[in-house]
């Protein structure tokens, strides 16, 4: 009886060690992630503010997707393998290319100033998930200890440039098995996204995205029953639009086949756009649409 009360005793003790590692490496990575991300959001608003300052930084568009590919060309960094090659080191255990961090970082800030219509959710995913897998590398884990690792990256990354926490936990290990959660990696996961938050916040200033509903509407059956035929429209329009995305892109690539080629025609499209519509409706984040829409002011955007 009392050798089994012992093997019990070791495996709590020992169990609770290897969670508490975990946990510290995860906080580990969470400041690590958030000081990147955080940095990440500040050169992200840092542009953006100088891009509507002076729009004439949009004529770069059509030469900026050139150098950008140029600068992955360098790095030798595949961006169409960008979140993908993400999920499958959770799933797979491919390796991820340290350099994809900074390719992603640069990258994405200097889209943001030449107006590219680019955002910030997959830039955090995959910043995070590099860093999350060099430092499982780094801490000499195992293959499902390193995938533990590149969650807590995504998670950390995601929170420290959205300011959202809780969402980033559920987000990125949703994102990894569609429908199902790994909940033996919350608590890790959970420590690193609180971490990166706060580094974000004290040392880089990011204040996180907030939005103010003056009005929220009062809960009945019609509400639920309105939000509901709401979810069903997003998620049949979200399935279009990834859709016409995968199949533009494999227009886009038989029609022409050099990237740089495609890249400057392209970029060139989307400056005629802008400087038809004379708006930004169609550069940046779209956060500015976000806001408009939720103060009763989207009728004033300019498609």
Not at 9 to 33: D, E, Q, S, W, Y
Not at 97 to 126: D, T, Y
Not at 244 to 264: G, V
Request: glycine share 10%; charged share 10%.
């Amino acid at each position: 009886m009392d050798s089994q009360l012992h093997k019990q005793f070791k495996i709590i003790f020992f169990g609770t060690l290897h969670v508490l590692a975990l946990a510290a490496m995860a906080m580990a990575c969470g400041i690590v992630c958030g000081v990147v991300g955080g940095l990440f959001a500040r050169g992200v608003t840092a542009v953006t503010g100088i891009r509507f300052r002076h729009p004439a930084m949009m004529l770069l568009l059509p030469i900026g997707s050139v150098l950008i590919f140029l600068f992955y060309h360098v790095l030798r960094y595949d961006k169409a393998k960008g979140t993908n090659m993400v999920i499958l080191s959770i799933r797979c255990g491919e390796k991820i290319p340290f350099r994809m961090a900074p390719a992603i970082f640069v990258s994405s800030i200097f889209s943001h100033l030449c107006g590219a219509s680019v955002g910030r959710e997959g830039a955090a995913l995959q910043l995070g998930g590099s860093i999350g897998h060099a430092m499982g590398h780094l801490f000499h884990l195992d293959h499902k200890e390193r995938r533990t690792m590149v969650t807590c990256g995504m998670a950390a990354a995601f929170s420290a440039v959205f300011g959202t926490p809780a969402t980033a936990i559920f987000f990125s290990m949703e994102m990894v098995d569609v429908g199902m959660m790994n909940y033996g990696s919350i608590v890790p996961v959970t420590f690193a996204a609180f971490t990166a938050r706060a580094a974000a916040s004290h040392w880089c200033g990011v204040p996180g995205e907030s939005y103010l509903i003056s009005a929220p509407p009062a809960f009945s059956v019609l509400t639920v029953s309105k939000l509901a035929f709401l979810a069903i429209c997003t998620g049949f329009v979200s399935i279009l639009y990834c859709l016409a995305i995968q199949r533009f892109s494999r227009y886009s690539q038989s029609l022409m086949k050099n990237r740089y080629l495609r890249a400057l025609v392209l970029g060139s499209i989307l400056f005629l756009r802008t400087w038809l519509t004379g708006g930004h409706t169609y550069n940046g984040t779209g956060i500015h649409i976000i806001e408009a829409a939720l103060s009763g002011q989207a009728g004033d955007i300019q498609w």
